[in-house]
């Protein structure tokens, strides 16, 4: 009996990362990577990809941007994906498109270890709620709930920021009207724009941590993003876990700052400590989409 093949993709504004996957989950020996702008097309992405592999009977492709009804648009690239047509151009028999953060969310039952560091506490398989927070150039979450195997998607990059972050920004820089919604702030591109609030000069979202007064700049990111987690803590109750990705993630998550991303629940004791106990990870690598991805296929069979 010939076993079933798929492919699973990942695709940033910046990356792509392909793999096949089967009822096993991913062929991790066969992930690749892909530099978008070597490319025209995802396409001719796939097709390379493809040229020395067994045939495939379908693919789950995540995109970083919002997706409705098997369409969707890569935020910070422009290309344009639409399920059945993929299908059509790639002979494959189905093509599903997911928002990259849903696909993390079906991710975090199925995830090796080894792509986990926990920070706080640790995941519970007795709770079943859990929800993955991306902050890299965009910002969005998604809300898994593992006993169902089923996934929340949303924009809420796009919600206004909640008054305690408000608070916080107003506090430390006097005036919030520059970061009108949730990924104004929580990004990379909210990060530099803070700094430069701050200090009046500018620099690139990478390069914050090590400029003038820049740990400053990074310890207020810091307590926002922990004012933040608290409201999404009450909002939804992730007991199995909250679930960080993405490179600002990383960059406030450090050594030097992760006290105050943590502190807002670790100090909360209502509920008996219930919130102090929602375990907080970081997803370690570039990866853990893939893994969504061929979840979320083993699924629909």
Excluded at 101 to 118: D, I, T
Excluded at 259 to 286: N, Q, S, Y
Aim: proline letters at 3%.
């Amino acid at each position: 009996m010939v076993e079933s093949l798929y492919l699973v993709a990942d695709v940033g504004g910046t990356n792509c990362r392909l793999a096949l996957a089967d009822v096993n989950g991913v062929r991790t020996d066969t992930i690749n990577r892909f530099q978008n702008k070597k490319y025209a097309s995802f396409s001719d992405i796939v097709r390379v990809f493809l040229c020395d592999k067994p045939k495939t009977n379908a693919a789950v492709v995540a995109i970083a941007g919002p997706v409705d009804s098997g369409c969707g648009q890569l935020t910070n690239w422009d290309w344009y994906f639409n399920a059945e047509d993929l299908a059509h151009d790639l002979l494959l028999d189905k093509v599903y498109l997911l928002n990259d953060l849903e696909a993390l969310g079906y991710a975090v039952s199925v995830l090796p270890k080894s792509s986990l560091r926990c920070l706080s506490g640790s995941p519970n398989d007795n709770e079943f709620q859990a929800i993955v927070m991306g902050l890299g150039t965009g910002f969005n979450i998604s809300l898994a709930c593992n006993s169902s195997n089923t996934v929340f998607a949303a924009e809420m990059g796009h919600a206004a920021l909640p008054q305690p972050v408000v608070t916080i920004i107003h506090n430390a820089v006097g005036e919030v009207h520059a970061f009108e919604t949730v990924e104004h702030l929580f990004s990379g591109r909210g990060l530099a724009k803070l700094h430069e609030i701050r200090t009046g000069s500018f620099c690139k979202p990478e390069d914050v941590e090590n400029s003038k007064n820049g740990s400053q700049t990074l310890t207020i990111m810091a307590c926002a993003l922990g004012a933040l987690v608290r409201e999404v803590a009450y909002l939804y109750l992730p007991e199995n876990g909250i679930y960080f990705n993405g490179s600002l993630a990383h960059t406030l998550l450090s050594a030097a700052t992760t006290e105050f991303v943590l502190a807002p629940l670790k100090v909360d004791d209502r509920f008996g400590g219930r919130m102090a106990r929602i375990p907080i990870c970081i997803l370690t690598d570039d990866i853990s989409a893939l893994y969504g991805c061929a979840h979320y296929i083993s699924l629909q069979s």
